[in-house]
């Protein structure tokens, strides 16, 4: 019974805590590349050795395993990125949407541009990637979930 107690209130503590300046987003002064539901428009494991006894990542969250797809949009859903491994060229915009009951973010691993504000399900998050490269990012409310964009010339 204390287990079970313990995994609920672990799970509850995954829900969404951030808030969104929607009259923010509505003036034009909100987080770029962040925009409201309805509106028109594999790094290292971040925390290596924990675990959590009776819980399972989903088969799809790690980026590593993916095949690398080729297009500009990422659905957030089953707490996993897809496509988890994208490329795209440069000066393209890529698109993530929260398909999930859960919020979710897309942050940067390490000091990378990616910094979504929390996406409530149907948000989305947009970033125009202007320099080749490979940029790994994670939902830093779950950061078991990893993808990358890999940006070509």
């Known amino acids: 019974m204390v287990f079970l107690t313990l995994a609920l209130a672990i799970l509850a503590a995954c829900g969404s805590t951030g808030t969104k300046n ?10 770029p590349g962040f925009v409201p539901s309805g509106a028109a428009t594999p ?7 924990m675990t959590m006894p009776g819980m399972t990542m ?9 095949p690398a797809a080729t297009g500009k949009a990422v659905a957030i859903k089953n707490f996993a990125f897809d496509a988890a491994n994208l490329t795209v060229r440069v000066g393209t915009t ?14 940067s691993s390490g000091s990378g541009p990616l910094h979504s504000p929390t996406l409530d ?3 989305t998050y947009q970033y125009t ?25």
């Open 94 to 107: 890529v698109t993530w949407t929260n398909q999930d009951g859960d919020a979710h973010t897309v942050v």
């Open 43 to 49: 790094p290292p494991n971040p925390m290596p050795g």
């Open 121 to 123: 399900t149907g948000d």
């Open 22 to 31: 929607t009259a923010a987003a509505a003036a034009g002064t909100a987080t």
């Open 58 to 66: 989903p088969a799809a969250a790690g980026a590593a395993n993916a």
């Open 129 to 153: 990637f202007t320099k080749a490269g490979t940029y790994s990012y994670l939902c830093s409310i779950h950061p078991f979930m990893l993808g990358s964009v890999r940006v070509t010339a």
